[in-house]
């Protein structure tokens, strides 16, 4: 199993383009997520998804739109791209047991840089 | 909302030493804690996780965590340190009830093992 996918795991984008960074988990699991993680910081949440069709925002929700039209993947979308974008961005799925969610599972990360 | 305090940016600890990773968490629920560690240039991956049943934790490569309510801790510990333990750990906390719950991280505790 390959668990989560994300690619790219670079990209340079200037100031005022567009990109969008795709997740893929092949764990069938219901829960996904998009984290920034800025050096002191730890990882903050940007948006996530309880099931295919829905998203919510998270903690950082600004200058971010995602979408999940399968179960499988999760796209995350900068539409004008600026500095303060310049990050790791980081991927999860994650689990029920029970009714409960557990642990999430990450993808390797995109570092993205904004010049 | 839950919350988690990890004391230490850095942790310098020699090889064969006890390695002490703090963490506090703030919660108004009887939550989930984890543990996740981060190599270089990689993504997080779970070391441990509490979820309300034994309070010592035991996880992979080595390490456990104790859950003590009286203190909110569930600081991180490993008897002998190896070099291949220098990484970023990261403390999570997420509500152990139904529904969406969030994983809300500390700030990471970089650590150094040195020979």
């Known amino acids: 199993n390959a668990g989560v996918t994300q690619t790219p795991k670079f990209r340079v984008l200037k100031t005022g383009q567009s990109m969008t960074l795709l997740c893929a988990q092949d764990?069938?699991?219901?829960?996904m997520y998009w984290y920034r993680q800025d050096p002191g910081m730890g990882l903050r949440l940007i948006h996530y998804?309880?099931?295919?069709?829905?998203?919510a925002k998270g903690e950082v929700p600004d200058g971010y739109n995602v979408s999940r039209l399968k179960k499988q993947n999760f796209l995350l979308g900068l539409e004008s791209a600026a500095p303060s974008q310049t990050s790791v961005y980081f991927c999860?799925?994650?689990?029920?047991?029970?009714?409960?969610?557990?642990?999430?599972?990450f993808g390797q990360g995109t570092r993205l840089t904004v010049v | 909302a839950q919350s988690v305090t990890q004391l230490g940016s850095h942790v310098s600890v020699s090889e064969g030493a006890l390695v002490l990773l703090r963490c506090n968490y703030s919660?108004?629920?009887?939550?989930?804690l984890f543990w996740y560690v981060q190599y270089p240039n990689q993504g997080l991956q779970l070391l441990l996780k509490?979820?309300?049943?034994?309070?010592l934790v035991k996880g992979i490569n080595g390490f456990e965590a104790e859950f003590k309510k009286s203190e909110t801790s569930f600081h991180l510990t490993k008897p002998s340190a190896h070099m291949s333990d220098a990484a970023e750990y990261f403390c999570?906390?997420?509500?152990?009830?139904?529904?969406?719950?969030?994983?809300?991280f500390g700030t990471g505790t970089r650590l150094l093992v040195s020979p």
């Open positions: 999860a799925s994650s689990y029920f047991h029970g009714r409960v969610m557990t642990e999430a599972f």
């Open positions: 764990m069938n699991h219901e829960y």
């Open positions: 998804s309880v099931g295919e069709g829905t998203t």
């Open positions: 919660s108004s629920v009887p939550p989930y």
């Open positions: 509490y979820t309300s049943a034994a309070t």
């Open positions: 999570a906390v997420s509500r152990g009830s139904t529904g969406f719950q969030k994983l809300v």
